[in-house]
């Protein structure tokens, strides 16, 4: 799909058919993921992909999807056929910070006034949801108040934080209209100033 239409269809689903998606895709969609662009190179994403029916109802009770149900949204959660949890590991990237080339002069490691580990996530998530697109799927992104008890469940080790769970799978008519629609975007000049604010 050209690049223009994959973004122009990207937005965030709630609402999806309950038809498996083929483990193909999925394989190729989390392939896409990997090729998110790291600080140092460093790669602390770490993908779960949960298809397994029970454990996706489980992580949609633990995420509390019945109060987007009260809200008057679908049971999108569980309802997705496939969950992707995207972690992120920082002990990779003071691996990799503290390694020869990276050291500055004294010798000590660069402390980084952003957490890279949760841009590079983010960055992660958006090439998941766009890889969807372009298998002509559609893709929704939520985050959890308490992480503690999906950490458990899906097993995920204790240094690699949990940061946000792409759903996936073919669209469904949706019931509540998105929040974003009739919002609309910040004007250009808002969002962008050229050579200096
Ligand atoms: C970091 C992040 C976290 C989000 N968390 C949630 C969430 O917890 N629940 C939800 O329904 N949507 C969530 N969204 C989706 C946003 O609400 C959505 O992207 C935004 O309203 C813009 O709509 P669009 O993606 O359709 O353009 C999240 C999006 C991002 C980028």
Do not use: C
Not at 50 to 63: C, F, K, N, P, Q
Not at 77 to 104: C, F, M, N, W
Not at 148 to 168: F, H, K, N
């Amino acid at each position: 799909m050209d690049f223009a239409d994959v973004l122009r269809r990207r937005r965030a689903v709630r609402n999806y058919l309950e038809e498996p998606i083929p483990r193909e895709t999925l394989e190729r969609i989390v392939a896409r993921g990997r090729r998110v662009p790291s600080g140092g190179f460093s790669q602390g994403l770490r993908l779960i992909v949960v298809t397994d029916a029970a454990t996706r109802g489980r992580i949609a009770e633990l995420s509390d999807e019945h109060e987007y149900v009260a809200m008057g949204f679908d049971p999108w959660i569980s309802r997705a056929p496939a969950h992707i949890v995207i972690g992120t590991r920082e002990d990779d990237y003071h691996d990799r910070y503290r390694q020869p080339d990276k050291l500055q002069e004294d010798g000590t490691e660069i402390h980084w006034p952003v957490p890279y580990w949760h841009v590079d996530a983010g960055a992660a998530m958006m090439l998941l949801m766009l890889a969807a697109v372009d298998e002509g799927l559609a893709a929704g992104v939520f985050g959890v108040l308490d992480w503690g008890p999906i950490w458990e469940l899906l097993g995920i080790p204790d240094d690699v934080l949990p940061v946000a769970v792409v759903t996936v799978g073919k669209p469904a008519p949706e019931s509540r209209e998105r929040g974003s629609k009739g919002r609309g975007w910040r004007p250009i000049d808002e969002i962008v100033r050229w050579e200096r604010w």
